[in-house]
């Protein structure tokens, strides 16, 4: 009886080894993951902060390395209110910003409900070619749209800066494919019961593909708030530009204003940052179901 507990202890030991070392790696590995995290949320972070310290110094200290002002002031935004109408720009930018992405979800949504629900001779055609336009940069259509805007009477307006950007083909590709992806049977199940396609559409699919179109209406608005080319091209007075013209007034050819520069990025970086901060939850939930990334 004594041996085979001898045995017994002797086969367990090295078993309790393994386990051990197991876990003694498994802690490391977690450990190093953590770490590399942190250093990127500290790279992703900082030049935010950096931007947010430098918008409180005076010039003489802006190229200071001071993690934090000696004297901190709100001589830069009493500056940047006082040379544009910074305020006005980010109104226009939110309108603008808004308005491009609804569009884009509500035209999105009803061309790729058309094209995976109404079968026709080039519905192929027209999607591959939707596919393809969105590989064109608007750029190289800037010119005709700016054309065509000046015939309209679009010029130094804000739905000249909306229109150009109602329908985009990225939307259309992403609704596209979820919508493929939705049972067939359910909205044939819809269809016998005599459910016209608008009431399909908006009662069936719509609340059912709600991750897809947050996740779209997210890159539209950061991608409508960011947009510079256009606007520049378009506008012809601060009254009716956005905010990324106004950023543009404090760099000139004889340097660079970097204190107001500093506090007008961080006026216009707030809003993006406040949505983020109230829809943190609902904006990750959005982009894991929706797959992007």
């Known amino acids: 009886m004594t041996i085979d507990l001898h045995i017994a202890d002797t086969a367990v030991a090295?078993?309790?080894?393994?386990?051990?070392?197991?876990?003694?790696?498994?802690?490391?590995?977690?450990?190093?993951?953590?770490?590399?995290?942190?250093?990127?949320?500290?790279?992703?972070?900082?030049?935010?902060?950096?931007?947010?310290?430098?918008?409180?110094?005076?010039?003489?200290?802006?190229?200071?390395?001071?993690?934090?002002?000696?004297?901190?002031s709100l001589e830069n935004y009493s500056?940047?209110?006082?040379?544009?109408?910074?305020?006005?720009?980010?109104?226009?930018?939110?309108?603008?910003?808004?308005?491009?992405?609804?569009?884009?979800?509500?035209?999105?949504?009803?061309?790729?409900?058309?094209?995976?629900?109404?079968?026709?001779?080039?519905?192929?055609?027209?999607?591959?070619?939707?596919?393809?336009?969105?590989?064109?940069?608007?750029?190289?259509?800037?010119i005709p749209n700016y054309v065509l805007a000046s015939k309209m009477g679009l010029l130094n307006t804000l739905p000249g800066l909306i229109i150009p950007h109602v329908a985009a083909a990225f939307a259309v590709m992403m609704l596209f494919h979820a919508m493929k992806s939705f049972p067939q049977e359910v909205l044939e199940?819809?269809?016998?019961?005599?459910?016209?396609?608008?009431?399909?559409?908006?009662?069936?699919?719509?609340?059912?593909?709600?991750?897809?179109?947050?996740?779209?209406?997210?890159?539209?608005f950061i991608s409508a708030w960011n947009d510079y080319f256009w606007p520049l091209l378009l506008s012809r007075s601060m009254e009716q530009s956005v905010v990324q013209i106004g950023l543009q007034m404090f760099m000139t050819q004889e340097g660079n204003l970097w204190g107001?520069?500093?506090?007008?990025?961080?006026?216009?970086?707030?809003?993006?940052?406040?949505?983020y901060l109230v829809m943190q939850r609902q904006i990750v939930q959005s982009f894991m179901q929706s797959g992007l990334r």
């Open 14 to 72: 090295p078993v309790s080894a393994v386990t051990s070392f197991t876990r003694r790696r498994g802690w490391l590995g977690r450990a190093m993951v953590h770490a590399l995290m942190i250093f990127l949320a500290f790279v992703a972070i900082f030049p935010v902060y950096w931007m947010l310290v430098s918008s409180f110094k005076a010039e003489n200290e802006i190229f200071s390395t001071d993690l934090w002002p000696q004297s901190p």
């Open 79 to 142: 500056f940047v209110l006082k040379s544009i109408p910074m305020l006005r720009m980010i109104v226009n930018s939110t309108v603008v910003s808004l308005a491009t992405a609804a569009l884009q979800v509500l035209t999105g949504l009803l061309a790729a409900y058309a094209l995976v629900r109404w079968k026709f001779r080039l519905s192929n055609f027209i999607y591959g070619a939707i596919t393809l336009s969105w590989l064109v940069p608007f750029q190289v259509t800037m």
């Open 189 to 220: 199940s819809a269809r016998l019961d005599g459910a016209k396609h608008w009431a399909i559409l908006w009662e069936i699919v719509v609340p059912n593909l709600k991750a897809s179109l947050a996740s779209i209406a997210i890159l539209a």
């Open 260 to 275: 107001p520069l500093m506090a007008a990025s961080t006026m216009a970086s707030l809003p993006i940052l406040l949505i």
